[in-house]
């Protein structure tokens, strides 16, 4: 770090994903799909999903409750909150104000920010920013996103991946040597046609049209993502490593997006890093997109697979095209 800045770790995570599950099984009634048919494409066998009350804001809050209680900080303290979601409880106010306001964070700024299924790590890195500088003292940063929402239930090639939930972590100064090294963020808004939701913004305003034409859903180009992902995740850990003076041979653990367990495996192979040093539970949770990192993160913590000294690398691509890397020492 410069003289200016100071090193700044993530000292409390938390997550929470709704109690109700839906299987494989579950979908074979409400689509032509097979259990065997989703494992072998997607490596999912059941996700989350939250009832119908239930807003990302109140999936996010949870999770920042624990995320505070673990670090051992009252929301009083905190300066700055940072939800990011692709699936934001309305387009306005921001669901991290909504959040701000219930968790009684009564001095901190909020403000959301959607960059897809790489959004926490977007969100760590700029909030780590505003506290290496000084500008801030303690920032919160929640993945969260209710996607059941906008899923197309009758399309079995989408409606088989996503899942509901949230993970968030506290940014505060830490001790030199440890914490948040290095990150990187990149984006190719050339590929943005491959995963968006059409309508509903500017360009494709919300008709009666649009809704019968079933524009309010996601739309995926599996394949190109998959060819996308596994050729940027490479490129993006080894970039954000050697910025730290790294190397992947020194990585004790990889947090990489939950999108599907073949990419994660396709990723494994291609970097030469052995499967045991990568973090993966989207069999119990799909993709839950902006929230699967911090989701993973605060699983590997709580199991105390990931230990203080540990070098841990968060990956993770998503829609925009956008994706990204941060390595830390925990």
């Not at 309305?90 to 959607?114: H, N, S, W, Y």
């Not at 001790?175 to 913004?201: H, M, N």
């Not at 993502?225 to 910025?243: G, M, P, S, T």
């Not at 070098?311 to 890397?325: D, H, I, K, R, S």
């Amino acid at each position: 770090m410069s003289a200016t800045t100071r090193p700044v770790g993530i000292t409390g995570v938390g997550y929470f994903v709704p109690p109700r599950v839906l299987t494989n099984f579950d979908l074979e009634r409400m689509v032509e799909t097979s259990d065997e048919w989703i494992r072998t494409r997607t490596g999912i066998a059941e996700r989350r999903i939250a009832d119908p009350d239930v807003a990302t804001s109140d999936l996010a809050l949870s999770a920042a409750s624990q995320a505070l209680a673990n670090a051992r900080m009252e929301p009083e303290r905190l300066d700055l909150i940072v939800v990011a979601t692709v699936t934001p409880d309305a387009p306005f106010p921001a669901t991290a104000c909504i959040v701000q306001d219930k968790l009684g964070a009564v001095r901190a700024g909020a403000f959301d920010m959607e960059a897809g299924c790489t959004g926490f790590i977007y969100g760590v890195s700029l909030a780590s920013q505003a506290v290496a500088t000084g500008a801030c003292d303690a920032a919160l940063v929640i993945g969260a996103e209710v996607l059941t929402r906008v899923v197309d239930w009758t399309d079995r090639s989408t409606c088989i991946i996503p899942g509901d939930g949230a993970g968030a972590g506290v940014l505060q100064p830490t001790e030199e040597g440890r914490g948040i090294l290095s990150f990187v963020l990149r984006a190719d808004g050339s590929g943005g046609d491959l995963l968006k939701l059409p309508a509903g913004g500017s360009r494709i305003p919300t008709t009666r049209e649009t809704v019968e034409r079933r524009l309010h859903y996601a739309c995926m180009d599996g394949n190109e993502i998959y060819r996308f992902a596994v050729r940027v995740v490479e490129e993006v850990a080894v970039e954000c490593l050697d910025k730290a003076g790294l190397t992947l041979a020194e990585v004790d653990l990889i947090i990489p997006h939950q999108a599907n367990l073949r990419i994660i495996e396709a990723c494994a192979k291609r970097m030469g890093i052995a499967q045991e040093k990568w973090v993966c539970n989207v069999d119990r949770y799909g993709n839950t997109s902006a929230a699967s990192i911090p989701i993973a993160l605060a699983e590997t913590v709580e199991s105390g697979r990931l230990t203080e000294g540990q070098l841990v690398l968060l990956v993770g691509f998503g829609a925009g095209l956008t994706y990204g890397a941060v390595a830390m020492r925990w």
